[in-house]
């Protein structure tokens, strides 16, 4: 595998990164999944477009334009022979001192690694999958806006181990208030009386690309999406419910915090969402 580190191609064992690297020490930076399907590689540009607001919020100046950038994700993507996977796209502050000022961060660091991503087993995207609310919150939107994909997952990390602690591989992040804010890497669904629902970004949910392809789909399907808060009681009482996410793609749930979802099978809008979804991942992409 070669990895593209700051305009080179490097072998993956010699992508290093300095341990003064602001990213390293503090988590200072930001970062895209993105897809490659087919040889095309999936709403790039959004991905791009939302890195550069990530940027934009953190004050961080990109050092290539979005072109550059199109660009390098593509060759990475050549230079490994790819034509299916999961590409990462980071950006740090740089390498500076030990402080927290960045001011003498010059650089930042580009790291772009084209490989492969699992992100839930192949079974259960058929099955659907069983996800459990978890003590640990998402961080408040007025402590660091959650459309910033930053390089601080901490919390939705834990959360993600207090899940696995009790047997489950997926957890549901609660904001302050107590509402529904997103797993831990995937945007929330639910499906009640025909109203398609999703958290908003006040609620603390990431604005996920994946989230929008999922709204366009209902719009095909003639299906109203809505984002509005929701409680844990709502996702209880849901006839259906879907994560959504670059890794995960569409997955259905089949239960929430022990209560079935729906009769307990993955729902029959889930399985045509997962069904167009597919249908689109390579036609709508940019070729590498
Ligand atoms: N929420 C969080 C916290 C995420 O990290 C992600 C991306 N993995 C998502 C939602 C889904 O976003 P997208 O569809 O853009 O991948």
Redesign the pocket.
Known sequence: MKVYLNGDFVPKDEARVSVFDHGVLYGDGIFE?IRLYDGCVFKLDEHLE?LELSAKAILLDLPMSREELAEAVCETCRQNGLSNGYIRLLVTRGVGHLGLSPRGCETPTVVIIAGDIQLYPKEYYEEGLKIITVPTRRISPAALPPMV?SLN?LN?ILAKIEAQQVGFLEAIMLNDDGFVA??????IFILFKDRLITTPTSSG??R????DVACNIASEMELATEMENLTRYDLWSAEECFL????AEIIPVVEVDGRKVGNGKPGDVTKSFLKRFKSKVSVEGRKI
């Open positions: 999944g939302r994909k997952y939705n997103e797993c831990t890497g995937d945007n949910a990431l996920g690309i994946t989230r959504t996410g670059t890794a």
